[in-house]
């Protein structure tokens, strides 16, 4: 099995997107002021999430010529990628949902930020639990230590960019946060 840059960048936009959403949905559970930060991590996580896993499909060959092959992986649960797609799929759903709910001036019901919030985890550590399952080929690929360090990776990159846009986009609401 041979991983180019393609799937490099899907783990790195699948991270930044799951850690958007997760500061997102943080900062709307403790920081109601903080609507614009909100705004921009919903808007960067389906986008960043999506174009990660576009890469995935053109990487894994099926691309835009057979997208529904994808949907063939869910007929094999003992399969790690069968419930990455489970994941993928249902946090696309979510992070499209609040982001519709934001953009309609509305408050996301704390129910869809927590599930989101758990999806988004769920979307970090999966990509290294991926790698941890080719631990055979790559001992260093420590199963137990790969989900924690990528959910880390996330939080990290995600958060980086949603402050990065909010300062560019809302410095007033930036510069009020207690950072």
Same mark, same amino acid.
């Given at each position: ?10 783990? !790195? ?7 958007? +959403? ?14 614009? $930060? ?31 092959? +994808? !949907?063939? $992986?869910?007929?094999? !649960? ?12 249902? +946090? ?37 639990? $991926? ?6 080929? +790559? ?10 360090? !990528? ?25 009020? $946060?207690?950072?």
């Amino acid at each position: 099995m041979v991983w180019d840059g393609l799937i490099a960048c899907y783990l !790195f936009l699948a991270g930044l997107g799951a850690g958007a +959403f997760a500061l997102a949905a943080l900062a709307g559970l403790t920081r109601p002021e903080a609507a614009k $930060l909100r705004t921009i991590g919903y808007i960067i996580a389906p986008i960043a999430v999506g174009a990660g896993t576009v890469l995935l499909m053109v990487d894994a060959k099926a691309g835009l010529m057979n997208p529904l092959r +994808f !949907f063939g $992986l869910l007929a094999n !649960f003992s399969s790690v990628m069968a419930w990455g797609v489970v994941i993928l799929i249902a +946090f696309m759903a979510v992070s499209i949902a609040a982001l519709v709910i934001m953009l309609a001036k509305k408050r996301t019901p704390k129910a869809l930020d927590i599930a989101g919030m758990a999806l988004a985890v769920c979307v970090a550590a999966y990509t290294g639990v $991926l790698l941890g399952d080719a631990g055979l080929a +790559f001992p260093l690929w420590n199963m137990a230590v790969l989900p924690v360090l !990528f959910a880390v990776s996330a939080a990290s990159t995600g958060i980086a960019a949603v402050l990065l846009a909010t300062r560019i986009a809302a410095p007033e609401e930036a510069g009020a $946060l207690p950072l």
